[in-house]
């Protein structure tokens, strides 16, 4: 049962406009939701996280967006810039085995176009 | 600084072998995370450990091994029983506690070949 949900394997958009990134969860339950970025052969790292209890979170460029109702959730990135291509992660944190857990979407690759 | 650090980045392997591929944090985080990435794929949980001499099984640990003696070492064996084993590991840490609060940090990842 696939928790979280990025329906989107690749996205392509032109540089200096906006990149929208999509994640769609079924648990009520999740506490925290965070987006990844990872570029080829190394470790992902964190971008931003958002609390259940807030439906926006805002760092520089970075925007996230939290839709309880519709349980969806989005980046947004503007502008967008060459350096933000990159695989792109939404996870949810979940109680599992009596502790807190990532639970984790496929990726979306980000394609930034000059 | 603090991080957490993968060795090597790059192991070959004959069929039929093990290899141990390692993970050092000296962030001081209880919890310690094993992933899989095959190309074009999310992250696959191996296995977690939440403190040290404990650990549990993630949703593929099937032909891998682990242990936790130390609180800064979770070191992944990948045994011969493992049947496609070629793919990008990752090992995370992250505090026990809310980790949806302060997220994972992740190595730099090792790239197992197998040859």
């Known amino acids: 049962d696939q928790q979280v949900k990025q329906n989107s394997p690749s996205l392509s958009v032109q540089e200096g406009r906006i990149s929208i990134l999509n994640c769609d969860y079924t648990n009520s339950m999740f506490d925290y939701f965070l987006w990844y970025k990872k570029y080829p052969a190394e470790g992902p790292t964190f971008l931003i996280s958002?609390?259940?209890i807030k439906d926006k979170n805002e760092d520089g460029r970075f925007t996230v967006f939290l839709n309880k109702s519709a349980k969806h959730l989005s980046l947004h990135i503007v502008p967008s810039q060459p350096g933000d291509s990159a695989v792109y992660f939404c996870a949810a944190s979940a109680r599992r085995d009596s502790n807190y857990q990532l639970i984790w979407g496929a990726g979306t690759k980000l394609i930034i176009k000059p | 600084d603090g991080g957490i650090t993968q060795s090597p980045k790059y192991l070959f392997r004959k069929e039929g072998q093990n290899v141990t591929l390692s993970c050092e944090q000296n962030?001081?985080?209880?919890?310690m995370y094993w992933y899989r990435q095959d190309p074009g794929q999310g992250l696959r949980l191996i296995y977690y450990s939440q403190i040290v001499n404990d650990f549990q099984k993630g949703d593929i640990a099937e032909g891998y091994s682990v242990s936790r003696e130390k609180k800064e070492s979770f070191p992944l064996t990948v045994t011969s029983a493992q049947k496609n084993p070629t793919a990008f590991y990752l090992c995370?840490?992250?505090?026990?506690?809310?980790?949806?609060?302060?997220?994972?940090?992740f190595g730099s990842g090792t790239r197992l070949t197998v040859v």
């Open positions: 958002i609390s259940s």
């Open positions: 962030l001081n985080h209880d919890a």
């Open positions: 995370a840490s992250s505090p026990r506690q809310k980790p949806g609060m302060y997220g994972y940090t």
